[in-house]
C-alpha cells in the first residue's frame, strides 16, 4: 500500500503515532525543536522515537529562532533532514545548507501574498504549508489556495477530512496535506481516529 499524496505529520510527540504514521507511509514526521514550545522534544526522547522508525524524513519545526539558532540546535538532531519556519527570513537564510524548506504560513498571509514573491521562493524550492485557526474553508480560502498552488507546491493544513480530502487535492491542485500529531492515553494507547480516518482515505495499491 502507499498514499496517494505527500503527508507531512506536525508536532509528533510520541512513539505511537510515529510507528503508526510510518507504516501508513507519510513522508514527512515534524518535531518541535524550540524550547519554549508546548510540544518540544529533547533530543533524547527524539533519538528513542525516530530510532524506532524507517522510510521516511525528520522536520525539524520552528516559529521564532533566527538561522543561526536553528543550525545550532540541529547539531543535537543530526537526523533532520527538513526545516519548517513561520518566519520567511530566517528560512531564506537556510537555503543551501542542503535541508528542505517548508514555510508555514496562515491563511490570512496566504489571500495577500504576492504571486512573484511566491514564484521566487518556489525557485528556492520552499514548500508552504498552509494552517488556519478555522477548521472550515470557504470559497474565498479555496480560491487564494488555488491560486498559491498554481505557482509553487502547497501543504494543505486545514479543512481537510476523510470525505473531503480527495477532492480538495484535485480541486485546489495542493502537493500534499499536513495533519497533527496527538497525544498519548497512556503509553501505547492512543485515539488514532480522526488522524487515521484521512490516512485511510489516501491509501492505494502500489
Known sequence: MALSTFVKISGITNLSDARYCAGMYVDLLGFSLEEESEKFINSTLYNEITGWVSGLEFVG????YESDKVLHTLENYPTIKWIEHDRIESLVNLEG???????KMDLEDVRHIE?????????????FHVTSMHEELNE??????KLLSDNCRVILG???????VQKLIAEL????????????????????D?????????????
Not at 61 to 64: L, T
Not at 194 to 206: K, Q, S, T
Open 194 to 206: 480522526e488522524l487515521a480516518d484521512i490516512l485511510e482515505a489516501l491509501e492505494v495499491d502500489d
Open 97 to 103: 545548507k542542503g535541508l528542505g524548506l517548508i514555510y
Open 61 to 64: 519545526e520552528f516559529q521564532s
Open 140 to 145: 474565498e480560502d479555496k480560491e487564494a489556495i
Open 115 to 127: 504571486i512573484e514573491v511566491a514564484e521566487k521562493l518556489n525557485t528556492l524550492g520552499i514548500i
Open 173 to 192: 491542485g495542493i502537493y500534499g496535506i499536513s495533519l497533527t500529531g496527538g497525544k498519548e492515553i497512556k503509553p501505547g494507547l492512543k485515539d488514532f
Open 158 to 164: 486545514v479543512g481537510i477530512t476523510a470525505e473531503n
